[in-house]
Each structure stands twice: as structure tokens, then as C-alpha cells.
């Protein structure tokens, strides 16, 4: 993948900031791959609902939000709480290599995919080679 299609920010620097405006802030894993016409990306957020991811593009920054929430039951006592609620959130600078008003997502158990169509003028394609 070129480094100029998608730009990763540094989580650390990203979720500090953002935990002391939402609380406690998780900068989801991905794996990012690179296709012929447009860049996947695969963002891991276990324990949102699907109505709690938010994704934004704007200014050349596409940002990833999704809301953890407790799921802690009234009347239940717990033995051991592992569980972490709070935010997800991550950020990538993406260029102009994007076709940005095609970008899609779809968010299925616990991972997001987000499609970050290539524009023209960036897909590989074969020139013909004329001959006599």
C-alpha cells in the first residue's frame, strides 16, 4: 500500500486526547489491504452496536467512533469485571487518491469494513502497445 493513499495517525496521541473529552477511549486494531481498485480497511470495535459507530470524513481525515456500552445488569453482582466501557476511536489521513463520495462501511460481529474506493487516475491499467 502506498503510504500516500491512507495514513495512519498515532492512536496514542489520538486517544489521549479524546479520553479525557469521552472517557475511557480504545484505539481499535485494523488490518489494512490493498486491492486493485480501492483499500479495505477492517477495524476490530467488539461490544458496539451497529447504531453506535459513527465514521467521518472531512478535510482529508476520515475518523472511526463507536460507543462501548456497559453491559451491566441491575442486580447482578459480579466475580470478576474485565469488560472496559467507553469509546472506540481512530483517525487516518487519506489522499486525494480516494474517491471520498464513494467510501462505504458495513459493520458486522464486532468488526467494521470500510471501502475506500481508488479514483481513476490511480488504478493500474494495461496500455495497449500498437504494432505495424
Avoid: C, W
Amino acid at each position: 500500500m502506498a503510504q500516500s493513499t491512507l495514513e495512519k495517525r498515532n492512536p496514542r496521541e489520538v486517544v489521549q486526547a479524546e479520553t479525557e473529552a469521552m472517557g475511557r477511549a480504545y484505539s481499535p486494531t485494523v488490518d489494512i489491504l490493498e486491492r486493485k481498485d480501492e483499500i479495505l480497511v477492517l477495524a476490530d470495535m467488539p461490544g458496539v452496536k451497529g447504531g453506535d459507530v459513527d465514521i467521518r470524513f472531512e478535510n482529508g481525515e476520515l475518523s472511526i467512533h463507536g460507543k462501548v456500552n456497559d453491559r451491566q445488569t441491575e442486580g447482578t453482582r459480579y466475580l470478576v469485571q474485565e469488560y472496559g466501557t467507553g469509546y472506540y476511536y481512530r483517525t487516518f489521513e487519506i489522499s486525494e487518491a480516494i474517491d471520498a463520495d464513494r467510501i462505504s462501511a458495513e459493520y458486522k460481529d464486532g468488526v467494521l469494513a470500510l471501502l475506500l474506493p481508488k479514483v481513476e487516475a490511480v488504478k493500474p491499467r494495461k496500455i495497449a502497445v500498437k504494432t505495424n
